[in-house]
Structures are given as structure tokens and as C-alpha cells.
Nanobody, 119 residues
């Protein structure tokens, strides 16, 4: 199983980035996908979530209206489009796959990609 994030980097406040997470080794279309982030000295927090079919999404209040999560089940990839970035969005962003079937939890994490918002 692999989740490989890409697309992070340094961006000025007000700028945009698009994160990607390429999945392999499991049935991607059966898993809900999420993006989490962790800033230095803070706990990891949920940023955005999308169900397996892509038909429903949820966002943290701090990113609503600025970030958009999407997925392409044909490409086994989930995306996070981040617009109007703020310095407080600076964090390591992690991709997460989750499924609960037959009373068993299945969960995988990527290695993270750094996003730095600074002038």
C-alpha cells in the first residue's frame, strides 16, 4: 500500500497550490479519502474529506470556501486545491485513506508534503 503526496512548496499569501495523492496497493474507489495537516507544535487536524464515490465532501471551518477536495477514481488520485492561502495554512499535509468493513477498520497514511505560506 502506498499513498504518495506531491505538490507542496513555498507560496506567497493569497496564492494557490494543488496537492495530489496517488494511491496504490488497495481498492481506491472503496475508500473515503481525507487530507490532514499538522503545523509545528500543533496536533494533526482534519482539513477535508471526500467519500468513496466522490458524492459528498466536508471541510474544516478554517478552509471552507478556499480549499476544494476532489478525486479521480480512474486515476486512483485525490486532490486538494488550495486557494487564497494564508500563513496559518503552513503545515505538513497528509493524505489519508479510510474504510470500515465487516467490523474492521482499514486506514493508510502518506508521508506528507510541506506547504509553506510566507512572503
Amino acid at each position: 500500500v502506498q499513498l504518495v503526496e506531491s505538490g507542496g512548496g513555498l507560496v506567497q499569501p493569497g496564492g494557490s497550490l494543488r496537492l495530489s495523492c496517488a494511491a496504490s496497493g488497495f481498492t481506491f474507489s472503496s475508500y473515503d479519502m481525507s487530507w490532514y495537516r499538522q503545523a509545528p507544535g500543533k496536533e494533526r487536524e482534519l482539513v477535508a474529506h471526500i467519500i468513496s464515490s466522490g458524492g459528498s465532501t466536508n471541510y474544516a471551518d478554517s478552509v471552507k470556501g478556499r480549499f476544494t477536495i476532489s478525486r479521480d477514481n480512474a486515476k486512483n488520485t485525490v486532490y486538494l486545491q488550495m486557494n487564497r492561502l494564508k500563513p496559518e495554512d503552513t503545515a505538513v499535509y497528509y493524505c489519508n485513506a479510510f474504510s470500515f468493513r465487516s467490523l474492521k477498520k482499514y486506514e493508510f497514511w502518506g508521508q506528507g508534503t510541506q506547504v509553506t505560506v510566507s512572503s
